[in-house]
C-alpha cells in the first residue's frame, strides 16, 4: 500500500501567544505543493521504519529516526492503539520534502502513514477521524491528509478548506541545513520580550492572503504572503535575509520563509517565469538547490498498485 503525500507551504502564519501547553496559538493558511513523500505499509512481524533520499544524495535524510520515534512510526502505533489492530507494519519512507525544512516533512509522513495503514487494516477511518489521531502526532499532519488550501487554527490542526481559484506557480530555495521548529518559535518568544512586549496579535488576520486567493490573484498573494516566524528564522539563519532579496530582485511577485524555515517559497507570474526564476535562483547561489512547484495539489492519497 503506497500512499503518496504532498509538503505544505505557508502563504500566510500569524503566531500569537505561547499557550500554557507551549504552543502557540496560530492563524495559518497553508497550501500543498507538489513535492511529495511515499509512505508504503506492508505486513510485517513487528513495526519497522526505513528511509531513503528520492534523490541523491542520502545525506539529506540524515537524522531521520528510523526508530519508534519516527513520526510515521508513532502514528501507525497511534491507529493502531485506536482501532484495535497490532502495530505490526513495515513502513518504508521515500523523501523528497526537506528534512526540518519549515515544509511539513515529518508531518507529511505522518499523516501517509495514517492513510497507508487505515488501507492496509482495512479500518475505514474517514479523514476526520484520522485527522484527530494525526494532530496528536505534529500539529500539521490534518492539513496533509486533506492538502488543497486550508486556514489553519488552533496549534495549526484545526483545518478549514478554503475558496481558491488558479493554480500557483511556486520556486522553492532550499537551504543545506534545517532548523528546529522548537528553536525558531523560542527565538519568536525571546525577540518579543526584547521589544518590550510589543502587541502580539492573539487573533491575527489571514484576510489579504484569503481575498487574493479567491480571486486567483498572483499580484496580490505575492504582495500580502507575511510569516510572523520569519524574523526569528533569520535571526539564526542570517543567510536567508540574502536567499530572500535575491528571489524578489530576480522578478518573484513576493517570497517569504516557509513555516519555520530555512525553506524560502517564491512565488511567480507563470509557469514560465517559474522556470525561469528557478534557474537564475540556482545560479546565483544563494540556496543549496532549488525546486519548481505548483500548488495546490491533493494530500495524502493511495497510489494505484504498481505505481510506487
Ligand atoms: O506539532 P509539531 O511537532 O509540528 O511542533 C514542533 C514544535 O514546534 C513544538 O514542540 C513547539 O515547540 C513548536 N510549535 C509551537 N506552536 C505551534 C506549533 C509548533 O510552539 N502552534
Redesign the pocket.
Known amino acids: 500500500m503506497t500512499v503518496q503525500v504532498p509538503a505544505k507551504i505557508n502563504l500566510s502564519l500569524s ?1 500569537g501567544r ?1 499557550q500554557a501547553d ?5 492563524r495559518t493558511v497553508f497550501q500543498a505543493v507538489s513535492l511529495h513523500d511515499r509512505v508504503t505499509a506492508t505486513v510485517a512481524d513487528e513495526l519497522r521504519v526505513t528511509v531513503r533520499a528520492s534523490r541523491l544524495p542520502d545525506r539529506e535524510i540524515v537524522g531521520v529516526p528510523v526508530d519508534a520515534t519516527n513520526l510515521a512510526a508513532r502514528a501507525a502505533a497511534a491507529l493502531a492503539e485506536g482501532t484495535g489492530c497490532r502495530p505490526d507494519v513495515r513502513l518504508d519512507i521515500v523523501k523528497a520534502i526537506p528534512v526540518a525544512g519549515g515544509m511539513a516533512g ?2 507529511a509522513d505522518a499523516a501517509g502513514a495514517l492513510v497507508a495503514c487505515d488501507a492496509l487494516w482495512a479500518t475505514g477511518l474517514d479523514r476526520a477521524a484520522l485527522a484527530a489521531v494525526g494532530a496528536r502526532v ?3 499532519v490534518p492539513f496533509c491528509l486533506y492538502g488543497g488550501t486550508a486556514l489553519g487554527t ?3 490542526e484545526r483545518v478549514t478548506p478554503t475558496l481558491t481559484r488558479g493554480r500557483y506557480h511556486w520556486v522553492l530555495a532550499l537551504a543545506e541545513d534545517g532548523l528546529s ?2 528553536l525558531v ?2 527565538e519568536l518568544d525571546r525577540q518579543r520580550a526584547d521589544t518590550a512586549r510589543r502587541t502580539v496579535r492573539v487573533e491575527p488576520d489571514a484576510s489579504g492572503v484569503l481575498s487574493a486567493l479567491r480571486s486567483g490573484d498572483a499580484v496580490a498573494l505575492g504582495r500580502a504572503l507575511t510569516n510572523d516566524l520569519q524574523p526569528a528564522a533569520i535571526r539564526l539563519r542570517p543567510s536567508l535575509q540574502r536567499t530572500l532579496e535575491a528571489g524578489r530582485d530576480l522578478g518573484a511577485l513576493g517570497g517569504l520563509v516557509s513555516g ?1 524555515g530555512p525553506t524560502c517559497v517564491f512565488l511567480a507570474a507563470s509557469a514560465p517565469a517559474a522556470d525561469e526564476l528557478a534557474a537564475s535562483l540556482a545560479g546565483a547561489g544563494v540556496c543549496r538547490t532549488v525546486r519548481r512547484v505548483d500548488g495546490p495539489v491533493p494530500g495524502a492519497r493511495v497510489l494505484p498498485e504498481g505505481v510506487g
Open positions: 503566531v505561547r507551549g504552543y502557540h496559538a496560530l515529518g508531518s505534529g500539529s500539521d488552533g496549534r495549526g521548529t522548537a518559535y523560542a519555520s
